[in-house]
């Protein structure tokens, strides 16, 4: 049944009718049932976001994309710090070519997924070439309709590797109407994922989203800091996640999300949610 669903959904139309459409059947799949109207729980909230012409604002398009978003950052934030970009691999015959000059990461700068670790003089072959070339393809638009990822440019970002390597601790800040409501952390994201969520004064709570949780983590020293930047930047939107890493006490800006898990995230139970939702909207 799943396959069939999937060839199905593969070839459906896109378009703002298409895309609702899809969306509809997706999020059902994902929670079993379809959006509320009072958009009062996350995912629900995220749906309504995710087909409305909010999507496809300027300034959402812009920070999706991993390289721009540093700009864009930039004139919010000062002195805001970003892992280094050393270059971007926009064909295969680049990716082949490329060879390591310092430990990097390579990532699409389009979409999210494959993420490859690469030490220096390392080239990128076997399975990272199949990864990298599969990443530079991927039409995150198509397989998930956010229509923020519609226009850009695909392309993979070759970024310095942070002291932490693949080990290193995302911070994801959740924002609404310009105020960090609340912290999502994700551990060994490339083995056994583990994933915590927090309070904006970091206390664990007791949800469990898409992963299972993990062991406790000791709140950063620069999280005020973290707290500071993330409401700066969110306060072009009404919501938003701004995604940090946290490598040797300094703070670097990641990326920024616009709809988390496409809408799909599941949590423990309905309850879960509506406690989540709380945090972030004051309602459900």
């Known amino acids: 049944m799943k396959n069939i669903l999937r060839r199905f959904l593969s070839n459906f139309p896109t378009g703002k009718y298409g895309d609702y459409v899809y969306s509809l059947i997706k999020f059902y799949v994902a929670h079993s049932r379809l959006p509320s109207k009072p958009d009062v729980l996350f995912n629900d909230y995220l749906f309504k976001l ?36 050393l270059g971007f691999l926009e064909s295969r015959d680049q990716i082949a070519s490329f060879t390591a000059d310092q430990p990097c990461v390579i990532k699409p700068a389009h979409s999210n997924g494959d993420v490859i670790y690469l030490d220096t003089g390392d080239k990128i072959v076997g399975e990272n070439l199949a990864k990298a070339s599969r990443a530079l393809t991927r039409d995150i638009y198509r397989e998930t309709r956010q229509r923020n990822y519609k226009n850009l440019r695909r392309r993979l970002i070759c970024e310095e590797m942070l002291p932490d390597g693949p080990d290193i601790i ?9 105020v960090a409501k609340s912290i999502q952390v994700d ?38 800091e973290m707290l500071s930047w993330a409401g700066e930047i969110s306060q072009l939107f009404e919501f938003v996640r701004v995604d940090f890493f946290v490598s040797e006490g300094q703070l670097y800006l990641g990326e920024v999300t616009h709809c988390p898990e496409a809408a799909h995230g599941r949590f423990g139970s309905l309850e879960e949610e509506r406690h989540f939702s709380r945090i972030l909207f004051g309602k459900a």
């Not at 999507?55 to 002195?79: C, H, L, N, P």
């Not at 995302?170 to 310009?178: L, S, T």
């Not at 056994?192 to 983590?217: C, K, M, Q």
Request: with cysteine; proline share 7%; net charge positive.
């Open 50 to 85: 995710k087909v409305s012409d909010e999507i496809e604002d300027v300034m959402r398009q812009v920070s999706s994309d991993k390289g721009m978003v540093k700009g864009f950052a930039k004139t919010i934030i000062a002195g805001a710090r970003f892992p280094k970009t």
């Open 170 to 178: 995302d911070y994801k800040v959740f924002c609404f109407k310009g």
């Open 187 to 224: 551990l060994s994201r490339h083995s056994a994922h583990r994933r915590n969520i927090y309070s904006a004064t970091w206390e664990l709570l007791d949800i469990t989203y898409n992963f299972p949780r993990g062991n406790p983590v000791p709140r950063p020293s620069c999280l005020p």
